[in-house]
């Protein structure tokens, strides 16, 4: 069993940034492929971006590359998502997510595991 817990939400004004992370229980997070997902009220779960086991391979959504990076560190078993130039229509509550067969996925039915959530407003 896997535990996800995100942190790092808040209220932002447009253009401002944070940083959320997303610690992790278990001594092999560093074989999950993780990814952030976000939802906002009356939408669906959409993806954000994902982390390969390696490390190395990372992949973001149209929306949000050039803007969020997404790192992890395997020696604290945390990943994160650092979101720059935040826009209000980023506003939703943000999900960090791990599939334990360490490939990245897109769609939010390939992982196994799912923290709570962490709101993030981003005011205009």
């Known amino acids: 069993q896997v535990q996800l817990v995100e942190s790092g939400g808040g209220l932002v004004q447009a253009g401002g940034s944070l940083r959320l992370s997303c610690a992790a229980s278990?001594?092999?997070?560093?074989?999950?492929?993780m990814g952030w997902f976000r939802q906002a009220p009356g939408k669906e779960r959409e993806f954000v971006a994902g982390?390969?086991?390696?490390?190395?391979?990372?992949y973001f959504a149209d929306s949000v590359k050039g803007r969020f990076t997404i790192s992890r560190d395997n020696a604290k078993n945390t990943v994160y998502l650092q979101m720059n130039s935040l826009k209000p229509e980023d506003t939703a509550v943000y999900y960090c997510?791990?599939?334990?067969?360490?490939?990245?996925?897109?769609?939010?039915?390939?992982?196994?595991?799912w923290g709570q959530g962490t709101q993030v407003t981003v005011s205009s």
């Open positions: 997510a791990a599939d334990v067969s360490g490939r990245v996925s897109s769609r939010a039915n390939e992982y196994d595991y």
């Open positions: 982390i390969g086991w390696i490390g190395g391979s990372t």
């Open positions: 278990g001594r092999t997070f560093s074989r999950y492929a």
